[in-house]
């Protein structure tokens, strides 16, 4: 079983003999069993901050999604070794935007006459080559911790964005943070004709949303705030940005997973919280404050299945295969995607 005490011990000991030579990340949604062995942990935007914090380190073992080691990957030396302890830790929302699909999208907007003053923006889930696009074509990248200022940034450069892959960031961030229109935004649906959507949709637009969501968030409705706030009294609802547009409505606070957990850390003993994200990070924050009534915004389990792959023997295999000198499952961005991904990156480490 995962939690097996003697798995425990074989990763405590690779981890040992690697020493410095290894530097652990893990993300929020990581399981327990894993997070325990993570140097520093964080949301995507402090683990991007984060994976070229320790130079010196000749492994990065990466526990969280493929998307974020290919950033680590980009945004560290060749020397360092990004490795991703199980290979199928995708993201379903990463798949949803291809880098052929984008550039049809990119051709589209041309012949509509507006490529030229649409700034691509791309959510940190999102493949490198998508990324590096962003960056050949005048755009960031960004998380949700920074969706708003990454927003800003953009408008200030052009009249329009286009904002991959999640629809859901970013329609919440443009019209509850500033103050755009649901009509505002358009959904360009990358499987269908012209995305769906007439020239002059398009030339209207100020947000062209790609039409990507997070099925996990994606889980979370209207109905189970309502319900939530009738069976806990005074209950403070705090959900993630990738959920629906008339969830985040709804809710109280809205964060990035580290902002949730701050505001539980601030939050007074007693008060009952409802949270809208991933049950590892839910389950973690009801052990962390048991002065506090943490409970789940749905009633259904809500993990993320590809967060989970990591598990427990995955990375005491990587890290058991690392201290016998064999590099298993390192992630690697060719050198022009890189140089491209890496623009978009740095502009928004960049932000004010
Ligand atoms: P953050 O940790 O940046 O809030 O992102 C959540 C997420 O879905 C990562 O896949
Ligand atoms: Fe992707 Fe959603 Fe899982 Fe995050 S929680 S890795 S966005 S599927």
């Known amino acids: 079983p995962a939690s097996d005490p003697a798995l425990v011990e074989r990763a405590r000991r690779a981890k040992a003999a690697l020493g410095d030579r290894v530097f652990v990340l893990g993300h929020h949604y990581q399981r327990d069993e894993v997070i325990q062995f993570a140097d520093v942990t964080g949301d995507s935007f402090k683990l991007a901050q984060q994976a070229a914090a320790r130079p010196e380190a000749e492994y990065i073992v990466f526990c969280g999604v493929h998307f974020m080691a290919e950033s680590a990957d980009i945004l560290t030396s060749d020397a360092q070794k990004v490795v991703l302890p199980d290979m199928a830790a995708g993201c379903s929302m990463a798949d949803m935007a291809t880098f052929d699909q984008v550039e049809e999208c990119w051709d589209v907007l041309a012949d509509a006459g507006i490529a030229d003053v649409t700034v691509p923006i791309t959510y940190m889930n999102s493949s490198a080559d998508i990324k590096a696009f962003c960056g050949r074509n005048g755009g960031a990248v960004c998380t949700s911790s920074n969706a708003r200022r990454a927003l800003d940034w953009a408008f200030s450069r052009g009249e329009k964005v286009l904002f991959l892959p999640d629809q859901h960031l970013g329609r919440n961030t443009a019209v509850l943070e500033m103050g755009l229109s649901l009509d505002d935004c358009v959904v360009y649906n990358p499987h269908r004709p012209n995305g769906g959507l007439t020239e002059q949709q398009l030339r209207d637009a100020k947000m062209i949303l790609w039409r990507g969501h997070c099925s996990v968030h994606g889980r979370f409705t209207a109905e189970s705030v309502d319900d939530v706030r009738e069976r806990v009294p005074g209950v403070n609802v705090l ?94 961005v060719d050198a022009e995607t890189t140089h491209w991904a890496k623009v978009a990156l740095d502009r928004m480490l960049a932000l004010p």
């Open 239 to 332: 959900v993630h940005p990738e959920c629906r547009h008339e969830v985040v409505v709804k809710a109280d606070h809205v964060g990035s997973t580290e902002h949730i957990i701050k505001t539980l850390t601030e939050a007074p003993a007693g008060s009952s919280w409802a949270i809208g994200t991933e049950l590892n990070l839910v389950k973690r924050l009801a052990a962390m404050f048991p002065d506090k009534n943490v409970s789940f915004l749905d009633r259904t389990v809500c993990y993320c299945s590809t967060m989970n792959r990591i598990d427990l023997p995955h990375l005491v295999w990587a890290l058991e295969s690392l201290a016998a000198g064999q590099v298993v499952n390192q992630i690697t």
